[in-house]
Nanobody, 118 residues
Framework: QVQLVESGGGLVQPGGSLTLSCAAS????????MSWYRQAPGKERELVAA????????NYADSVKGRFTISRDNAKRTVYLRMNSLKSEDTAVYYC???????????WGQGTQVTVSS
């Protein structure tokens, strides 16, 4: 059974940091591009960051460049999102997504809430 389970969300003050984790099971993790998306209330889901299968290439939304870092540990089948200098506009539900390199088949996690507020 395929599972992507996000964790690490919560309430943080502006300027603070959080690290999200996404633990994968049920598929060949090292064959998938891993991404983080987010969706704020009333807005469309948007790509935050992505990393290729071996971690050799990353991509970030302009709004998070220099503040967020995506990483992965293929041995642990886990992808991370380190978020620094958080702003109120980073408040959203954050989702993990796995995309197969060749077929494009996708899996999504259930999401974890991140709230940035004083």
């Amino acid at each position: 059974q395929v599972q992507l389970v996000e964790s690490g969300g919560g309430l943080v003050q502006p300027g603070g940091s959080l690290t999200l984790s996404c633990a994968a099971s049920g598929f060949t993790f090292s064959s998938y591009v891993m991404s983080w998306y987010r969706q704020a209330p009333g807005k469309e889901r948007e790509l935050v960051a992505a990393m290729t299968e071996t971690g050799g290439s990353t991509n970030y939304a302009d709004s998070v460049k220099g503040r967020f870092t995506i990483s992965r540990d293929n041995a642990k089948r886990t992808v991370y999102l380190r978020m620094n200098s958080l702003k109120s506009e980073d408040t959203a539900v954050y989702y993990c997504k796995a995309t197969h390199t060749y077929s494009g088949h996708q899996y999504w996690g259930q999401g974890t809430q991140v709230t940035v507020s004083s």
